[in-house]
């Protein structure tokens, strides 16, 4: 790794920072933009970038910064109920960048990689969910995953747009270069 492939992560953490902002208190669970964000760097940097971006902003919350959703932070926030979905945007992302790297940065293929990363996360997060808050498997998918499925495909479509036209254009300006 070289000074660039730190900064483009950097970036990438700030990215899932920024989104994080964007949040519908919805109980148990709220609605943010962090998965759009994971989804979108995953797409843009790739599975060893992408998930070390969000091994950076998973840090940088665990020791207090403002940087999950409503601008709180503490590593309290990864051992409460939503720390499952804040756990599982490391292989969410690592599984959607690793896909792409194995098949191809195409719209299809992101597309694909974006549901399965959104699926992944939603897993980890419903899992966990159900042991911390004490609830049934039935009960965790009922307010920790179904309500966030349609809205989790558009923001994986965004992802999926956004985040190939972005690399398709850090690759023409040779900021990014192709690992497969």
Same mark, same amino acid.
């Given at each position: 790794?070289?000074v660039?492939?730190? #900064? ?6 700030? %990215?899932?920072? &920024? ?6 208190? @919805?109980?148990?669970? $709220?609605?943010?933009g962090?998965? *759009?964000? %994971?989804?979108?760097?995953a ?10 971006? @969000? ?7 665990? #020791?207090?910064? $403002? ?7 503490? +590593?309290?926030?990864? @051992?409460g109920?939503?720390?499952?979905y804040l756990?599982?945007?490391? $292989? ?6 690793l896909? *792409?790297e194995?098949?191809?940065?195409t719209? &299809?293929?992101?597309a694909?990689?974006? %549901?399965?990363?959104m +699926?992944?996360? *939603? ?6 969910? &159900? +042991? ?5 498997? @039935?009960g965790?998918?009922?307010?920790g995953?179904?309500?966030? %499925? $349609?809205l989790?495909? #558009?923001?994986?479509a ?12 850090l &690759?023409?300006?040779?900021?990014? #270069?192709?690992?497969?």
């Amino acid at each position: 790794m070289n000074v660039k492939d730190y #900064v483009l992560a950097a970036l990438g953490a700030a %990215i899932i920072a &920024m989104l994080a902002q964007v949040a519908i208190p @919805v109980p148990p669970v $709220p609605f943010t933009g962090q998965t *759009l964000a %994971i989804g979108l760097v995953a797409t843009i940097l790739g599975p060893r970038l992408g998930t070390l971006a @969000v091994a950076v902003y998973l840090l940088l919350g665990a #020791v207090g910064l $403002p940087v999950f959703a409503n601008f709180s932070g503490g +590593f309290a926030k990864l @051992v409460g109920p939503t720390g499952g979905y804040l756990i599982g945007f490391l $292989p969410a992302a690592y599984l959607t960048g690793l896909y *792409l790297e194995k098949t191809s940065y195409t719209y &299809m293929q992101a597309a694909v990689a974006n %549901i399965i990363g959104m +699926f992944v996360a *939603l897993i980890f997060g419903t899992l966990w969910l &159900m +042991f911390s808050a004490e609830l049934t498997w @039935v009960g965790a998918v009922a307010g920790g995953m179904t309500p966030f %499925i $349609p809205l989790g495909l #558009v923001k994986a479509a965004l992802a999926t747009w956004l985040g190939i036209y972005v690399r398709n254009r850090l &690759m023409q300006a040779k900021l990014l #270069v192709a690992t497969n």
